[in-house]
C-alpha cells in the first residue's frame, strides 16, 4: 500500500536556524509531491509542489523541497526561520493510478522560540 | 480567485442528532473532496467527486455518512446520526482536474458531538 512517513512529529527551533523536515514515500510509479501547511487557526494551504523538471522546487515564504527519486524522498527546508513559521507541516503524494488522491503524512509541528 | 467556501465554521452537537455540512468549491473546479481530520492526523479522505459524480466513497461510513453533489458544484456532507467519535475537523477541497491535481482547501467545519 502507498504510504507517505514524516520522521518527526514535533520540531522544536529557535528563530533564525534553518530547519529541515523528512518526508519518505511508498509508491513504485511516477508521483506528484505535495508540501502543505496549517497555520495555528487557519486552513490548509498549498506550500509548494512538484511534478516534474527540476527536482529542487521552491515554495512561498522561502521554503523550497528536492525531490531524489533514488531515496523516495522529498524534503522541505528553510535555510532561517522566523517565529512565524510555527505551524504543522504536511507531505503528501498522489499518483494517477489511485485517481490523484491525495496519501498524507501524519505531519510535523514545528513550534519556531522566539 | 475566491478559495474553498465551507459553513458553518463550527458546530456542536448532542450524540444521536444530524448535522449538515456545506462546501462551494473554486469556481471551475471539477473534482471536488470531502475529509476528516482528527487533531494531529492527516487529513482522511471521505469521498471524491467529479462533477456530480462519485469517484471514491470507499471510506465513507454509508451508515451515517452521505454526501451529495448536485449540479456539480456545491456539496452537502450529512452525518445521521451522530457519534461521538465524529468529532472532528471536516474539510472540502477542490482540485482542477490538471496535473498536478493539488487541491486547495477550505476553512473546515469543526464539528463537536457531546
Known amino acids: 500500500a502507498q504510504s507517505v512517513s514524516q520522521h518527526n512529529h514535533h520540531v522544536i527551533l529557535s528563530e533564525a536556524a534553518s530547519l529541515e523536515l523528512g518526508c519518505n514515500y511508498s509508491y513504485g510509479g511516477t508521483v506528484n509531491l505535495f508540501w502543505y501547511v496549517q497555520y495555528p487557526g487557519q486552513h490548509l494551504q498549498l506550500l509548494l509542489k512538484?511534478?516534474?523538471?527540476d527536482p529542487l522546487v521552491k515554495g512561498i515564504k522561502g521554503f523550497e523541497a528536492e525531490f531524489i527519486k533514488s531515496k523516495f524522498s522529498f524534503n522541505l527546508r528553510k535555510p532561517s526561520v522566523q517565529w512565524s513559521d510555527t505551524a504543522e507541516y504536511f507531505c503528501?503524494?498522489?499518483?494517477?493510478?489511485?485517481?490523484?488522491?491525495?496519501?498524507w503524512g501524519a505531519g510535523t509541528k514545528l513550534i519556531i522560540k522566539p | 480567485e475566491a478559495g474553498v467556501a465551507q459553513s458553518p465554521r463550527y458546530k456542536i452537537i448532542e450524540k444521536r442528532q444530524s448535522v449538515a455540512f456545506w462546501c462551494n468549491p473554486i469556481s471551475g473546479h471539477a473534482t471536488l473532496y470531502w475529509y476528516q481530520q482528527i487533531l494531529g492526523q492527516g487529513p482522511k479522505l471521505l469521498i471524491q467527486f467529479q462533477n456530480n459524480g462519485v469517484v471514491d466513497d470507499s471510506q465513507l461510513p454509508k451508515d451515517r455518512f452521505s454526501a451529495e453533489r448536485l449540479k456539480g458544484v456545491d456539496s452537502t456532507l450529512k452525518i445521521q446520526p451522530a457519534k461521538l467519535e465524529d468529532s472532528a475537523v471536516y474539510l472540502c477541497?477542490?482540485?482542477?482536474?490538471?496535473?498536478?491535481?493539488?487541491?486547495?482547501f477550505g476553512p473546515g467545519t469543526r464539528l463537536t458531538v457531546t
Open positions: 477541497a477542490s482540485s482542477s482536474g490538471q496535473a498536478p491535481y493539488e487541491q486547495y
Open positions: 512538484y511534478f516534474s523538471g
Open positions: 503528501a503524494v498522489n499518483a494517477q493510478r489511485s485517481n490523484y488522491q491525495l496519501i
